[in-house]
């Protein structure tokens, strides 16, 4: 399996935070402070198909040309 990964630093926590608020997002999505991240309004799909978010109706979408499972 994996190996154990420790966990991250409070530098590189912060790194992380500065680097994701300067990032470019989508206006919908809000900063999620325990995931150090900007997260969207809807969770990504669990079907194991790739989607793409669409800002324009605030959902995700299949991939386009990737075959469906």
Known sequence: MY???PPPTPEQIAE???NAINATHY???VWD???VSYV???PYPTDGNPC???EE???WTPFP???VN
């Open 16 to 18: 992380d935070r500065e």
């Open 52 to 54: 793409l978010w669409d």
């Open 3 to 5: 190996p154990d990964i």
């Open 65 to 67: 040309d990737y075959p």
């Open 57 to 59: 109706t605030l959902s």
């Open 27 to 29: 206006p919908s999505w």
């Open 40 to 42: 969207p309004p809807i």
């Open 33 to 35: 402070e325990a995931a």
